[in-house]
């Protein structure tokens, strides 16, 4: 199993950028466009909350995958914690946290998963996935201080 770590600062109130987050359409505007990622089932417009699903569909190494996943934890507005149910991933979860500094908000996120296939998706994980998941998170997480930093 990988663990990657990512945190960021922004120039936000907490409220704002975990609304934010947790916004489905804002979702699908701040991940690399050539994914073409939108929400096909459960939640796919406006905020999510705790015990909803949602199903993205999306383009990775020019692969059209689904990923299915339940909003496990929410805490308006310091966590939330999303677990897939049906995906790629032999299991995924992504926890996000958010820290109140004042006129500052710092985000960060915890993203666990483990690829199938045994000793072969042990290599993938470590050869490609942590790479590629971690610049994906950070992408993602830049397209949301800009923003938030609009706003």
């Not at 907490?14 to 991940?31: K, L, P, Y």
């Not at 699903?53 to 934890?73: G, M, N, P, W, Y």
């Not at 929410?74 to 995924?92: A, I, W």
Request: with cysteine.
């Amino acid at each position: 199993m990988i663990k990657i770590f990512t945190e960021i600062e922004i120039e936000a109130a907490i409220e704002d950028c975990f609304d934010m987050a947790t916004n489905i359409d804002i979702h699908t505007r701040t991940v690399w466009p050539h994914t073409k990622e939108r929400a096909i089932a459960g939640t796919t417009i406006g905020m999510i909350s705790g015990g909803d699903t949602v199903t993205f569909e999306a383009r990775h190494f020019f692969i059209r995958q689904k990923h299915k996943s339940l909003i496990s934890d929410y805490v308006r507005p310091y966590r939330f914690v999303d677990e897939m149910l049906q995906g790629t991933f032999k299991s995924m979860r992504h926890e996000h946290e958010f820290i109140d500094l004042g006129d500052k908000t710092l985000m960060k996120d915890t993203l666990s998963f483990e690829a199938p296939m045994g000793w072969v998706g042990w290599i993938v994980e470590r050869v490609v996935l942590r790479s590629y998941m971690t610049r994906f998170l950070n992408y993602r997480n830049e397209q949301l201080k800009i923003l938030a930093e609009r706003k």
